[in-house]
């Protein structure tokens, strides 16, 4: 009875230590649901490429969004390669509001001949 009692209080405390270790980056990828404001953007350059072809269309952007509301990174998440580019270009001159930690964005940026 008293090895169950024993392995009992130390499961409870693992999980305690557990919980107290990541509890910040719970709530931080909770905070990170919140999508924030977009400051100021850039309209991508239309390749020339793309007009010759004709294209259009969306590409998908996720953004890393340092806390001053400077992009850290860029990945393409989606759309036509020749327009990609282009699209991580454009986001990575973008502007978002600032906030207490990083956060990831996703974007779509839109290509139309004109």
């Given at each position: 009875?008293?090895?169950?009692?024993?392995?009992?209080?130390?499961?409870?405390?693992?999980?305690?230590?557990?919980?107290?270790?990541?509890?910040?980056?719970?709530?931080?990828?909770?905070?990170?649901?919140?999508?924030?404001?977009?400051?100021?953007?850039?309209?991508?350059?239309?390749?020339?490429?793309?007009?010759?072809?004709?294209?259009?269309?969306?590409?998908?952007?996720?953004?890393?969004?340092?806390?001053?509301?400077?992009?850290?990174?860029?990945?393409?998440?989606?759309?036509?390669?020749?327009?990609?580019?282009?699209?991580?270009?454009?986001?990575?001159?973008?502007?978002?509001?600032?906030?207490?930690?990083?956060?990831?964005?996703?974007?779509?940026?839109?290509?139309?001949?004109q």
């Amino acid at each position: 009875m008293k090895t169950l009692a024993r392995q009992s209080a130390v499961g409870a405390l693992i999980l305690a230590v557990v919980v107290l270790l990541f509890a910040p980056l719970l709530s931080q990828s909770q905070d990170s649901g919140q999508r924030r404001k977009i400051l100021q953007r850039s309209a991508p350059a239309y390749p020339a490429l793309a007009k010759n072809m004709a294209l259009q269309g969306v590409v998908k952007v996720e953004a890393l969004i340092a806390p001053d509301g400077t992009v850290k990174a860029i990945e393409v998440k989606g759309g036509h390669p020749v327009l990609a580019q282009a699209a991580a270009n454009a986001v990575r001159q973008w502007r978002w509001e600032p906030a207490t930690h990083e956060s990831h964005e996703l974007v779509e940026v839109k290509f139309y001949p004109q």
